[in-house]
């Protein structure tokens, strides 16, 4: 079978999720504003944060938004599991929350 040509970046997402996502952004921002090595990252992050807040229901990224979205995602992902099995009960929970939060929005949208 051919492979498409195009992929389409646009996804809807509700409430919950575009705040779920904003505040990941953000905090990844945090996180990335010390170093000039992750300058196009902290474009990236911007613009996709200026796209959740517009309000509109389809949000449309481009391929770099959506790559480096889905690799910090998946990288945070993974350490929320890790740090959820090795933690005490309510770190454990805390995490579980978390990451359930996270893994869903990476499985709904985010998964080729």
Same mark, same amino acid.
């Given at each position: =079978?051919?492979?498409?040509?195009?992929?389409?970046? #646009?996804?809807? @997402?509700?409430? /919950?999720?575009?705040? *779920? !996502?904003?505040?990941?952004? +953000?905090? =990844?921002?945090?996180? =990335?504003? #010390?170093?000039?090595?992750?300058? #196009?990252?902290? &474009? %990236?992050?911007? %613009? *996709? *944060?200026? $796209? @959740?807040?517009?309000?509109?229901?389809? *949000?449309?990224?481009?391929?770099?938004?959506?790559?480096?979205?889905?690799?910090?995602?998946?990288?945070?992902?993974?350490? =929320? +599991? $890790?740090?959820?099995?090795?933690?005490?009960? @309510?770190?454990?929970?805390?995490?579980? %929350?978390?990451? %359930?939060?996270?893994? &869903? !929005? @990476?499985? /709904?949208?985010?998964?080729?």
């Amino acid at each position: =079978m051919a492979k498409p040509l195009f992929k389409n970046y #646009a996804y809807t @997402l509700d409430k /919950n999720e575009r705040k *779920i !996502l904003t505040t990941f952004c +953000k905090t =990844m921002l945090k996180q =990335m504003e #010390a170093d000039e090595r992750f300058y #196009a990252d902290i &474009k %990236s992050f911007n %613009s *996709i *944060i200026d $796209k @959740l807040n517009e309000g509109n229901d389809e *949000i449309k990224f481009t391929k770099d938004e959506k790559t480096k979205l889905v690799f910090r995602l998946k990288e945070n992902v993974d350490h =929320m +599991k $890790k740090q959820a099995a090795k933690g005490f009960f @309510l770190k454990r929970w805390f995490y579980k %929350s978390a990451y %359930s939060q996270y893994d &869903k !929005l @990476l499985q /709904n949208y985010f998964m080729d």
